[in-house]
């Protein structure tokens, strides 16, 4: 087992830190994030930051990385208030990291990569049209994380569309519409399918 502590973990290379901090906690669920700019221009970006914050109502968070340069995504969803969430799956990973290259204001990560639109009715933020799990979420809170300079992204569910079927308990079974997991910066993981236990009672 190896073993580091603070002071070693903070001489490490700065992307190797990152890598290893990120692959520590992984798995996490892998979704693009579809936004439109106010000069009408598509924008969609990988993120694996993304989960669930309440249910009534119906919050996901997205945590984006510190505002020190230009952040296209964290833009367009300030000034449109709307942005949408794809989930990846197997077959769309290489688009989606792709979607991870620092492409110029203006260019469409959509037309670069490959993945068509879908547009939801009098909804202005696109959406990926192959992915098995489309949301559209309206901005409800921003939050600034002082102790590393991240923010948070509060979304308010607007509309849902997703593939396959849903139990009667509520339950959709991802691994079932072939998604992935992120992990590191450049890893992406295939889910197994899940084992459901009783809800647990003393």
């Not at 580091?4 to 692959?23: D, F, K, T």
């Not at 505002?67 to 367009?76: I, Y």
């Not at 203006?106 to 670069?112: D, H, L, V, W």
Request: charged content about 20%.
């Amino acid at each position: 087992m190896t073993t580091y502590q603070i002071a070693e973990l903070a001489e490490l290379p700065s992307r190797y830190r990152g890598m290893l901090l990120n692959c520590f906690t992984a798995p996490k669920p892998a979704f693009l994030v579809g936004t439109r700019g106010q000069d009408g221009k598509d924008n969609l970006a990988i993120f694996s930051q993304v989960f669930h914050i309440g249910a009534n109502p119906f919050l996901v968070g997205i945590l984006v990385r510190p505002d020190v340069v230009e952040r296209h995504t964290l833009r367009n969803i300030e000034a449109t208030n709307v942005y949408t969430l794809s989930a990846v799956t197997a077959d769309m990973v290489p688009q989606a990291h792709q979607t991870s290259a620092k492409y110029p204001n203006g260019k469409s990560e959509f037309e670069a990569v490959g993945l068509a639109e879908y547009r939801y009715p009098d909804f202005a933020a696109p959406a990926v049209e192959n992915s098995p799990l489309q949301m559209g979420l309206e901005l409800a809170e921003r939050i600034d994380i002082k102790v590393n300079g991240t923010i948070l992204i509060i979304g308010a569910v607007q509309w849902v569309r997703f593939g396959g079927e849903v139990t009667e308990d509520g339950f959709w079974d991802a691994a079932a519409q072939g998604l992935v997991a992120n992990g590191g910066m450049d890893s992406y993981y295939p889910l197994l399918a899940p084992t459901r236990l009783s809800y647990a009672k003393p």
